[in-house]
Structures are given as C-alpha cells and as structure tokens.
C-alpha cells in the first residue's frame, strides 16, 4: 500500500507513524527529520522605531530557514537590506552596512540607520535565490 500526500513539516527526531485498519494498528519505527537546504530568509527581530542618524532599535535579526521555515544553522549566505519606501514618501536613505554573511544561518544589522523620518519604516532583506523577506509596515 502507498500513501500519497503524507508530510511532516517540521524537522525532528523521535517521529512516528500509526497507521489503523479496522481493529489492526501498526506503529512505524522511530526516524528523524532533517532540515533542508536554505529556501528563504526570515526576520526574527524587526526594529520598532528609527530615529534620523540613530541605528535602527532594536537591530533587525535575519535567519535563514528551509521550505519548512525550520531554522538553516548551515546557511552562509550574504544578506542585503534595503529600504521600501512607499510612494510620494520623502527620498530616505538607508545607511550603515547594508550586507553581512549569515553565521551559523544568523545575521543581525546592528548599524542600519535612516536619514529621514520615515512614516512607514519597511526594509527589505534578501539574498537571490532565497525568498526574501519583508519588515511589516
């Protein structure tokens, strides 16, 4: 018998899987899962307010996660942030260092600041191919 469509989306050790028929039941052996490769990027920490010349508090944390969106400690990349800004907005510019390597599939951008006020502060991290991500406005 195959079954089509099972999955388990988060990585983990100790699964297992019971399978009933009727009165019958039967338990698979224990197996873990493992984390796939580096599919997108998340932030984990996003600045709540910018003050003109002042870093960004607290200082946005990016990670790495696989298409399970379980953490990539293995993930090296390089992430870039860049400022959104929406129309009509007063030109900002977003300054500090704008891409640092992921370490142990970890980064935080301890020194981005804005040289504007900015009434809808949103940034943007990415790293081509991962699926970006977005600060909320």
């Known amino acids: 018998v195959v079954f089509h469509g099972l999955a388990i989306d988060r990585a983990g050790a100790g699964y297992s899987l019971a399978f009933t028929a ?6 698979s052996n224990f197996f873990s899962v493992s984390v796939g490769p580096a599919a997108a990027l998340r932030i984990t920490r996003s600045p709540t ?4 010349g002042v870093s960004l508090d607290p ?10 969106l379980n953490w990539v400690s293995t993930s090296a990349v390089t992430v870039t942030a860049s400022l959104l800004l929406p129309e009509n907005e007063i030109p900002t510019k977003l300054s ?3 891409s640092r390597p992921l370490a142990s599939g970890v980064t935080t951008f301890s020194s981005l600041t804005v040289d504007n006020a900015v009434a809808s502060l949103r940034l943007l991290f990415s790293s081509p191919p991962l699926t970006p991500a977005e600060t909320p406005p």
Do not use: N, Q, S
């Open 96 to 98: 500090g260092t704008l």
């Open 59 to 68: 200082a946005p944390r990016v990670i790495a996660v696989d298409a399970g």
């Open 49 to 52: 307010f910018g003050v003109f």
């Open 22 to 27: 009727g009165a019958g039941r039967v338990i």
